[in-house]
Structure formats: C-alpha cells, structure tokens
C-alpha cells in the first residue's frame, strides 16, 4: 500500500466522487484526504473496513489474554476439565 500515491485534495473528492468510491473497491486501497493540505479523512472501502475493524478486535483479545497471563489470571486446563466434567454432573 503506498498512501503518498492515494492523496487527493477535498476539492477533488467533491467533483469526483463515483471515481474516488469506485477506485477504493476495486483497489481496497484507501484514498487519503487533504483540507488546506493536511490529511483530514480517509476513504475506506466496507470491505477492508470490516476486515481491518475484526483484525484490531482480536489484537485487542490476545492483548487481555497476554495481560491476564501476566498478572497470573490462569488456569490449568486440568483444572478447567475437571470444572467441567463436575457441572455436567450437577446437571
């Protein structure tokens, strides 16, 4: 992915559109924004959108797991069977 390619002015985004939305889903590359010259928005197809929005959630699970692992918030998986195994009897 190259963004300093992807950059279009405002001015562009507003006289072109279809082409802007068109390119990001065929590409499923974003198109960067300028206002004044600075990088203001991102144009995203859905797609990758939900794509990297389900990357970061995980990332997001394996670092609670990682913290809860450091802080000694485990358990031995034959304790978690055998926790198990007691519940489907008391069922």
């Known amino acids: ?12 985004l507003k006289t072109n559109t279809s082409d802007v939305v068109k390119q990001v889903q065929e590409t499923r590359e ?3 924004i300028t206002v004044n010259g600075k ?15 389900d990357q ?21 998986h034959n304790e978690l069977f055998a926790h198990l195994e007691a519940e489907d009897k008391e069922s």
């Not at 990088?39 to 929005?53: E, L, T």
């Open 39 to 53: 990088v203001q928005a991102v144009i995203q197809d859905a797609f990758s959108y939900q794509k990297m929005h």
């Open 56 to 76: 970061l959630m995980m990332l997001r699970i394996l670092a609670h797991g990682q913290k809860q692992i450091e802080e000694g918030k485990v358990t031995d």
């Open 30 to 32: 974003p198109v960067l």
């Open 1 to 12: 992915m190259n963004l300093v390619e992807n950059v279009q002015p405002i001015s562009y």
